[in-house]
């Protein structure tokens, strides 16, 4: 699998140093935070408050601002559906937490038939 950069703006970051005593995901997500192998961004929200017309949190609204700053990415994620469906309006190139996830499920399936192993049971 290629090499990729995962960046998140610093309300995502809060976020999960917040979280991370209750889920053991953001204990993950913060220690690879600390290992610079999640980049943390400055977003300045702009001041025309377009996405203040959606009940969006700011860590949503961050990620939105950050993937439109940054120009030319992948594809921007979030567990967020209404965030989703925001980006989806603003033809943003986005997919679900979930999606990503039984992607990558996919890929490393694929690879572990080319090499014979078994990464996942049914």
């Excluded at 600390?34 to 001041?47: A, E, G, N, S």
């Amino acid at each position: 699998m290629g090499v990729c950069e995962i960046f998140i703006p610093d309300a995502v970051s809060v976020e999960v140093s917040a979280a991370k005593g209750n889920y053991p995901d953001a204990a993950i997500a913060e220690r690879m935070i600390k290992q610079d192998k999640i980049k943390v961004r400055q977003v300045t929200l702009p001041t025309d408050g377009v996405l203040d017309h959606y009940k969006l949190g700011t860590g949503e609204k961050e990620a939105i601002v950050l993937g439109v700053e940054m120009g030319e990415v992948d594809f921007i994620t979030s567990d967020d559906r209404l965030a989703y469906i925001v980006m989806r309006r603003m033809r943003l190139k986005s997919m679900l937490l979930l999606d990503l996830l039984l992607e990558l499920r996919g890929l490393l399936s694929l690879r572990a038939k080319r090499s014979n192993l078994n990464l996942f049971r049914v």
